[in-house]
């Protein structure tokens, strides 16, 4: 299985940017796909999913500027990020499951891509 995340980038606070995460060998469709980030020297941490039924979850620190999305027919989930803050700097990464647990526990995810790094300037 192959995540590729793609999209990141240097951009100033309020930009937005869109990250991409094209899935191979699953389909998006039938897995629960999920953002994690780390931000240098913090834990890995959730940021947004998408599961199997189309339910989204999202943490509060990025509820109401980020939406988790997916297309079955490009097998690719994404995460359109707007008015972005220095505080989203970090690698985000994709990850997928077969597990039915909360979507928000990065011990869930059994599948990762290699990260992709947004900068967010002042």
């Known amino acids: 299985v192959q995540l590729q995340a793609s999209g990141g980038g240097l951009v100033q606070a309020g930009a937005s940017l869109r990250l991409s995460c094209q899935a191979s060998?699953?389909?998006?469709?039938?897995?629960?796909m999920g953002w994690f980030r780390q931000a240098p020297g913090k834990e890995r941490e959730f940021v947004a999913a998408?599961?199997?039924?189309?339910?989204?979850y999202y943490s509060d620190s990025v509820k109401g500027r980020f939406t988790c999305s997916r297309s079955n027919l490009r097998n690719t989930v994404y995460l359109q990020m707007n008015s972005l803050k220095p505080d989203d700097t970090a690698v985000y990464y994709c990850?997928?499951?077969?597990?039915?647990?909360?979507?928000?526990?990065?011990?869930?995810?059994?599948?990762w891509g290699q990260g992709t790094l947004v900068t967010v300037s002042s």
């Open positions: 060998e699953i389909r998006v469709g039938n897995f629960n």
């Open positions: 990850a997928a499951t077969s597990r039915i647990g909360s979507p928000n526990t990065l011990n869930e995810y059994n599948y």
């Open positions: 998408v599961r199997w039924n189309s339910a989204t």
